[in-house]
């Protein structure tokens, strides 16, 4: 997916599977940057996460579909 303009901010970031990965804050560069509030526990709290823009495989409305399942997705996550 390479038209990553298309992704709106708040726009409600999902896995493949349909189950909720995360909030897009905004897109930086060729990843999307989450909302702190979907940034985990413990040592992953408090810091921004980002999803490469390879994982997206469309864009439907306000939600972003990834080509993988949450579970999966959520260990490409990048942290920053």
Known sequence: MDNLSKIKEHAEIIGADGVHVGTVDRVEG?????????????????????????LVAG????????????DVAVTFEEEQ
């Open 59 to 70: 864009i439907e409305g306000n939600k972003v579909r990834l080509s993988a399942n949450a």
């Open 30 to 54: 060729d990843r999307i940057k989450l909302t702190k509030a979907d940034s985990g526990e413990g040592s992953h709290k408090g810091h921004h996460h980002f999803v490469s823009h390879a």
